[in-house]
């Protein structure tokens, strides 16, 4: 296994990863070796320009400034082993919303608005009308996030399975939903585990997991390139599940991104309580 096999985490962390190379005679020459889906999204380079780029690009200041996120990012380095140097950029929480552009800054407005309207929408709302209204929900946070596929899973301890019961797709998206009916737990245990604890699942680059990964398996065939999947959890019930594909595109969600999110399955987890709502026939809306 060579050096730069044995660290795969990097690959899939939910931050900004980048890996150099750095010739002992001159180590402040240290050159691309590869990058994490996330730390191309963030720099908004490709693999081909980041080939043109050194450690010292991006190591030289302790702040980076994202045009393509609009965001703040602290500049962090170590040396897994010798000859090698990883750059990470991990996104600065807090900051003072004038340094966004104004595009940025509407549109996490408009995302804490919709979730706002969210969850006026679903007070008092009568158990017949909640599939369409779960539908034209997930149409809206699908449209919100720039997701290609919105849904939400339930699991089943009893059978030790998970099924998709609703599901939206953006034009062109094939949908997945009857594919995806009593999949077994024993394929996704790391999944499973992550909502037990209330975590979610964030894969930034599904293509990258390794290969013969159970999960990558499983995601591959769909098309995704990155999702996100975040736990109905009350307490310690797990219901199951409300998750985002992006399938044209790698997806980079932010800190703030998936806390609006996640407020959207603490969300089902009230409707849940409250209505204990089953689907006899999974719904998929495009």
Same mark, same amino acid.
């Given at each position: 296994?060579?050096?730069?096999?044995?660290?795969?985490?990097?690959?899939?962390?939910?931050?900004?990863?980048?890996?150099?190379?750095?010739?002992?005679?001159? =180590?402040?020459?240290?050159?691309?070796?590869?990058?994490?889906?996330?730390?191309?999204?963030?720099?908004?380079?490709?693999?081909?320009?980041?080939?043109?780029?050194?450690?010292?690009?991006?190591?030289?200041?302790?702040?980076?400034?994202?045009?393509?996120?609009?965001?703040?990012?602290?500049?962090?380095?170590?040396?897994?082993?010798?000859?090698?140097?990883?750059?990470?950029?991990?996104?600065?929480?807090?900051?003072?919303?004038?340094?966004?552009?104004?595009?940025?800054?509407?549109?996490?407005?408009?995302?804490?608005?919709?979730?706002?309207?969210?969850?006026?929408?679903?007070?008092?709302?009568?158990?017949?009308?909640?599939?369409?209204?779960?539908?034209?929900?997930?149409?809206?946070?699908?449209?919100?996030?720039?997701? %290609?596929?919105?849904?939400?899973?339930?699991? %089943?301890?009893?059978?030790?399975?998970?099924?998709?019961?609703?599901?939206?797709?953006?034009?062109?998206?094939?949908?997945?939903?009857?594919?995806?009916?009593?999949?077994?737990?024993?394929?996704? =245990?790391?999944?499973?585990?992550?909502?037990?604890?209330?975590?979610?699942?964030?894969?930034?680059?599904?293509?990258?997991?390794?290969?013969?990964?159970?999960?990558?398996?499983?995601?591959?065939?769909?098309?995704?390139?990155?999702?996100?999947?975040?736990?109905?959890?009350?307490?310690?019930?797990?219901?199951?599940?409300?998750?985002?594909?992006?399938?044209?595109?790698?997806?980079?969600?932010?800190?703030?991104?998936?806390?609006?999110?996640?407020?959207?399955?603490?969300?089902?987890?009230?409707?849940?309580?409250?209505?204990?709502?089953?689907?006899?026939?999974?719904?998929?809306?495009?």
């Amino acid at each position: 296994m060579s050096k730069i096999d044995y660290f795969q985490w990097w690959r899939q962390a939910p931050f900004a990863c980048a890996l150099f190379r750095s010739p002992q005679e001159q =180590p402040e020459q240290a050159e691309f070796v590869a990058a994490n889906a996330v730390f191309k999204v963030v720099t908004g380079l490709s693999s081909e320009q980041l080939q043109l780029c050194q450690a010292e690009d991006f190591n030289r200041r302790a702040v980076y400034y994202s045009v393509n996120t609009s965001l703040s990012y602290q500049v962090q380095s170590y040396a897994p082993d010798i000859g090698l140097l990883l750059i990470t950029l991990h996104q600065i929480p807090n900051v003072n919303m004038s340094v966004f552009r104004a595009d940025s800054a509407m549109d996490t407005q408009s995302l804490t608005a919709l979730m706002l309207d969210i969850a006026q929408r679903f007070i008092g709302i009568e158990n017949d009308e909640l599939p369409v209204l779960l539908n034209q929900t997930l149409a809206q946070l699908g449209s919100a996030v720039a997701a %290609d596929r919105v849904y939400i899973f339930d699991y %089943d301890f009893n059978k030790q399975t998970c099924s998709n019961t609703f599901e939206w797709c953006a034009n062109g998206i094939v949908p997945e939903i009857n594919n995806l009916q009593q999949v077994p737990l024993t394929a996704i =245990p790391q999944w499973v585990n992550a909502h037990q604890r209330g975590g979610e699942m964030y894969i930034p680059d599904v293509p990258s997991l390794p290969h013969g990964d159970a999960l990558k398996q499983l995601l591959q065939p769909q098309g995704i390139k990155s999702l996100l999947a975040l736990p109905i959890l009350a307490d310690t019930e797990l219901f199951g599940f409300v998750g985002f594909d992006s399938v044209k595109q790698h997806h980079y969600y932010s800190e703030h991104q998936r806390l609006l999110l996640g407020v959207f399955s603490r969300m089902l987890v009230k409707i849940k309580q409250q209505y204990r709502f089953e689907s006899a026939i999974p719904q998929t809306l495009a």
